[in-house]
Structure formats: C-alpha cells, structure tokens
T-cell receptor, first 113, second 116 residues
Framework: DSGVTQTPKHLITATGQRVTLRCSPR?????VYWYQQSLDQGLQFLIQ???????AKGNILERFSAQQFPDLHSELNLSSLELGDSALYFC????????????FGPGTRLTVL | DQQVKQNSPSLSVQEGRISILNCDYT??????FLWYKKYPAEGPTFLIS?????DKNEDGRFTVFLNKSAKHLSLHIVPSQPGDSAVYFC???????????????FGEGTQLTVNP
C-alpha cells in the first residue's frame, strides 16, 4: 500500500460526458502528479500540482483540467469525453524534493463507450 | 518523441537465473532514474533508483546500472523468482534542483515472466 488513494476504481461513461477523478496523496506529501496510461503504453505525464498551485503541464488536453485543494487532495476533470480517453489514470505524490520518489495510487480505469 | 525507450516488450527467464532489463534515453537533462514494477490492476510500485552521479545502485536482489555516455540503464534481478513476474517500467526525471519535484518520463515497459 503506497498510501496514495484514488477513487473511483472503475468508471464507465458515454462519449460527451464529464467525469471527475479524485486523488488523496500520502500524508504530508505536497506534490501531486497525474499520469495517463493508454492500452499497452507507458505512462504519460499530464499535470503536476504543488501545495495547491499548478507547477508543470505535460500532454494534457484542453478538455482536461485539474486542481489541488487546501487539504492537498486533487481532482482531475475530464470533459467532452471521447472513445480515445479510455485509459488508466494514475496519480502519484511526493513530499516535493527533486529526487523524491513518486509513489503511485492504484489508478482509475476509465471506459468511454 | 520517445525520450525513454524500452526496446524489449517481453522477457522470459528461468527461476534462479538473472533477469536483465534494458532502457535507453535521449534527453541529456535527465539526472535521476527509477525502475517501477507493475502488476495488473495495481499502480506502479517503486523498485530502485539511481542518481546520475553514480553508475551503480544495489538493493538486495536488484541492481541498477547507469552508463551516462551511452545513455543506457539496466536493471539486474538475481536470482529471479516467479513473484518477480510483472511489467517493469524505467522512468527518468530532469531538474532534481526543483524543490517542488519533477515529472517522470516513462518507457513503454517490459513484461518479465519468470518460469518455475
């Protein structure tokens, strides 16, 4: 158990819909990262938050947005969903230091029908 | 632009033998490298890491080697056990001076199967 929690575990929805994925970092961790893993591919970095502020952006679509709340949990919002958005979405957390290891949650499997 | 590549999608070894997983990178700014293990339906689990100032790091049965001139790292597992069967991802980050942490760039993964 990494100490990072993600809900829900599975999500099935239709094209055009909007969903929210939630992540709670390990106790004391200030940085949260979101990654997407499409079928048989590596994890692709989407976005990072540090202590409530956006710090880095990767290959995140404009239809996607995220935020980190004062209690440090984070939400990833996916809107106008397309079939190609079906993937595993992982969040990871660190205390913030440059060489800190990122610890991953169990992921949310999103299926868009 | 695949900055981190794992050219072998799969590897099969016998229990007790050595498993060697390879990873190449292209970005000279990467200065910290990690290996993660992933079982189905679970998130990646951290295995071992190495800073660019070192060329070897060892933790029990796991050793990571870094060849900066060749931009190549490898993970050695000795002896391999059936429970090691999983997908192994190498990952790299740049900017270890960042106090807020740094994104990871992942390879595509290698499925390791250890046969009893």
């Amino acid at each position: 158990d990494s100490g990072v929690t993600q809900t829900p575990k599975h999500l099935i929805t239709a094209t055009g819909q909007r969903v929210t994925l939630r992540c709670s970092p390990r106790s004391g961790d200030l940085s949260v990262y979101w990654y997407q893993q499409s079928l048989d591919q590596g994890l692709q970095f989407l976005i990072q938050y540090y202590n409530g502020e956006e710090r880095a952006k990767g290959n995140i679509l404009e239809r996607f947005s995220a935020q980190q709340f004062p209690d440090l949990h984070s939400e990833l919002n996916l809107s106008s969903l397309e079939l190609g958005d079906s993937a595993l979405y992982f969040c990871a957390s660190t205390s913030g230091g440059g060489t800190d290891t990122q610890y991953f949650g169990p992921g949310t499997r999103l299926t868009v029908l | 632009d695949q900055q981190v590549k794992q050219n072998s999608p799969s590897l099969s070894v016998q229990e007790g033998r050595i498993s060697i997983l390879n990873c190449d990178y292209t970005n000279s700014m990467f200065d910290y490298f990690l290996w993660y293990k992933k079982y189905p339906a679970e998130g990646p689990t951290f295995l071992i890491s190495i800073s660019s100032i070192k060329d070897k790091n060892e933790d029990g049965r796991f050793t990571v080697f870094l060849n900066k001139s060749a931009k190549h790292l490898s993970l050695h597992i000795v002896p391999s056990q059936p429970g090691d069967s999983a997908v192994y991802f190498c990952a790299a980050s740049a900017g270890t001076g960042e106090t807020s942490g740094s994104r990871l760039t992942f390879g595509e993964g290698t499925q390791l199967t250890v046969n009893p």
